[in-house]
């Protein structure tokens, strides 16, 4: 959610669609008539200040940012060296020592003195208790003071990377920015109430002065973001354009006409771990959207706009046009792959963990880690490629649209059933009523192979406790917390199929085997780049 993905519909009468022309328009049916379709007429991303490409700013601010990693790294290093004056066993100080020191990384000065004082204590560690102890505690002091210098430092860059021009345009009102600033609060707050005793507690004093400006200046930021983003969707559902080449005062013009609705996603709800990429700060999300959703519903109230949400789940991991699941993958840059051949950053271990190689990588490469900005999923239509690449926020909105005008067809993917145990059978009953309507009356019998169900329509189960067709689609969402733990007791299961048919051949299968199946068969295709049958992962997934 780093800055809105827009797209832009009109409902129009079927015999009035233009479908001549090099462009055929992209059209989707409406529930409940076939007399009007939804047409699509832009896609494009809102960009607030400081949100976009990576600027000359941004990589003065990227030296900041990893100095202060490695500060958030060596105060939690001292936390940990000062428990060591705990041990008494001298087999258990020298692992303890061991361990540590390799989590010490980086050339600067003060990690260089860190593995210098516990390479020193090496040949301490068979002394008694008191002596070891006191040791170890001059040798934390010594290390203090060496940290306590960097931090120096780095606020001193930190100030001087904020002046003009660095400064300008660089972070402005992006979450990413916020995000920073967030754990540069984070860090000034550790190293002020960080232990100097063995044992000791620190608190954070009622009253404290530890980095108040920049918790005033972290709460301008998101005020400002919120009132900022709220107008800025506004006035585009308003037709207007905003053109910064243009004198203060005059830089937005009406082009297009206006919307009488804008939809957004109801992130109240969004619970879903395997719909979640990994690195989102999901609490930061939820007060961006929570913030801006009431902001945009008053600006848009003067001017009738009407403003509506629908539930985002998996959204972002189905194709919107062929239905197919997929996996959110990352570009690989130059400088991802030199770091990689370093064994830094993020691609080293990917790769390790892919079993690719990294000779092989090139610039813009993808690599399927589950939370970047790209959806990849198998392209069957097209196998020269082999798969179907789309930015995964953009395909998200479109998604949203369809659920909005396709009602409860357009989400038939997913279904959370009650387990029952029959007759030597597992049953699964859904426990919505959307997916009857769909479906018609049924139930889901496990077969031969383990996590595979097939639907067998008109049978009923009758069993005390079951919940069959009782709740919404939305009820059921919101209860997944709590499915998950009946899950984990074999009382529940949610069931996963690929609407493309590639798959499974469309086949019902439990969410581990099913997403399983996903990541294999995109990471085989981006591996290989062309279809190799025998570099497929089955048959079955085809």
């Known amino acids: 959610m780093s800055c809105p993905k827009l797209w832009i519909f009109t409902v129009e009468h079927r015999d009035n669609v233009t479908t001549s022309g090099p462009r055929k328009p992209t059209i989707y049916p409406i529930a409940g008539t076939d007399e009007y379709v939804a047409v699509q007429e832009r896609a494009f991303l809102l960009r607030l200040p400081g949100e976009g490409k990576t600027s000359a700013a941004e990589d003065a601010f990227g030296r900041v ?11 939690h290093v001292l936390s940990r060296f000062l428990r060591l004056s705990e041990l008494a066993d001298p087999e258990d100080r020298k692992r303890a020592l061991e361990s540590l020191s390799k989590t010490v990384e980086g050339t600067q000065d003060w990690t260089s003195l860190f593995r210098e004082e516990m390479a020193s204590l090496q040949d301490r560690v068979g002394e008694e208790a008191a002596l070891w102890r006191d040791h170890v505690i001059e040798a934390h002091r010594r290390m203090e003071r060496w940290l306590g210098q960097a931090v120096r430092e780095w606020k001193a860059v930190r100030k001087q990377a904020g002046k003009v021009p660095v400064r300008r345009g660089a972070g402005g009102l992006s979450l990413r920015r916020i995000r920073q ?35 005033a200046r972290l709460n301008h930021l998101k005020e400002d973001r919120i009132k900022k983003l709220a107008d800025l969707l506004v006035m585009t559902a308003l037709g207007y354009v905003y053109d910064d080449t243009q004198p203060a005062g005059n830089r937005w013009h009406r082009r297009y006409p206006p919307c009488h609705v804008i939809l957004m996603e109801d992130l109240s709800r969004y619970r879903f771990q395997s719909d979640r990429p990994p690195s989102e700060n999901n609490q930061l999300m939820s007060w961006s959207h929570r913030g801006i959703l009431q902001t945009l519903k008053m600006q848009a109230d003067i001017h009738q706009i009407i403003v509506g949400t629908v539930f985002p789940a998996f959204s972002s991991r189905f194709d919107a046009q062929t239905g197919a699941p997929g996996v959110r993958c990352r570009p690989v840059t130059k400088q991802d792959i030199e770091k990689a051949a370093r064994g830094e950053g993020w691609l080293a271990p990917e790769l390790e963990r892919l079993n690719w190689t990294l000779e092989k990588m090139r610039p813009n490469d993808l690599v399927p880690t589950g939370d970047g900005e790209i959806l990849v999923s198998p392209a069957k239509w097209d196998r020269a490629k082999g798969v179907k690449v789309v930015h995964a926020d953009l395909n998200a909105a479109q998604n949203l649209q369809r659920r909005f005008w396709g009602g409860d067809e357009a989400s038939t993917f997913r279904v959370s059933c009650d387990v ?29 192979e383990e996590g595979v169900y097939r639907w067998v329509p008109g049978r009923k189960i009758e069993k005390k406790g079951l919940r069959r067709g009782k709740l919404s689609g939305e009820d059921a969402d919101e209860n997944e917390w709590l499915e998950e ?40 295709r981006l591996r290989d780049r062309s279809w190799e049958p025998e570099a497929a992962v089955s048959e079955r997934g085809k």
Do not use: C
């Not at 426990?431 to 009356?441: A, E, N, Y």
């Open 65 to 75: 940012h990893a100095l202060q990693r490695r500060i958030r790294q060596g105060i």
């Open 181 to 215: 600033l967030e754990r540069d609060r984070t860090t000034l707050i550790s190293w002020s109430n960080h232990a100097r005793e063995p044992g000791q507690v620190v608190r954070m004093a009622r009253g404290s002065q530890v980095a108040q400006r920049l918790t």
């Open 420 to 448: 029952v145990d029959m007759d030597g059978k597992r049953y699964a009953v859904p426990k919505t009523d959307s997916f009857f309507k769909v479906f018609g009356i049924g139930v889901f019998e496990s077969t031969d």
């Open 485 to 524: 733990a009946r899950e984990l007791q074999g009382k529940a299961v949610t069931l996963f199929r690929d609407p493309s048919g590639q798959i499974y051949g469309g086949r019902w299968l439990t969410a581990k085997l099913f997403w399983g199946w996903v990541e294999r068969l995109v990471a085989a």
